[in-house]
């Protein structure tokens, strides 16, 4: 069992940062990759990124690349997601994930475990 929780969502103007942290119960925390999905009001969940269980694999959604970088402690048990150079669009409930598939997914089905989300809004 793994329990996630993000922190670190908040109100920022658009050109801004904020930086999300997702932090895992138990010490099975390196045997998962992690993954970050959003969902804005009245869509779907969509994938942002997700980084393998060593840290050494990143896929990032093209709406993001360039912008947001994932990285994961695992002596922290913890994953991060650093969003630079935000945008209106980029308002949503982020979620973090962990998923069996050691280099990651895409696909929200994939993922064992989630968190109960984050929200980031980003005014223009």
């Known amino acids: 069992q793994v329990q996630l929780v993000e922190s670190g969502g908040g109100l920022v103007q658009a050109g801004g940062s904020l930086r999300l942290s997702c932090a895992a119960s138990?010490?099975?925390?390196?045997?998962?990759?992690m993954g970050w999905f959003r969902q804005a009001p009245g869509k779907e969940r969509d994938f942002v990124v997700h980084?393998?269980?060593?840290?050494?694999?990143?896929y990032y959604a093209d709406s993001v690349k360039g912008r947001f970088t994932i990285s994961r402690d695992n002596a922290k048990n913890t994953v991060y997601l650093q969003m630079n150079s935000l945008k209106p669009e980029d308002t949503a409930v982020y979620y973090c994930?962990?998923?069996?598939?050691?280099?990651?997914?895409?696909?929200?089905?994939?993922?064992?475990?989630w968190g109960q989300g984050t929200q980031v809004t980003v005014s223009s």
């Open positions: 980084i393998s269980w060593s840290g050494s694999r990143t």
């Open positions: 138990g010490r099975t925390f390196r045997n998962y990759a």
């Open positions: 994930a962990a998923s069996m598939e050691r280099h990651g997914s895409t696909i929200p089905t994939s993922y064992n475990y």
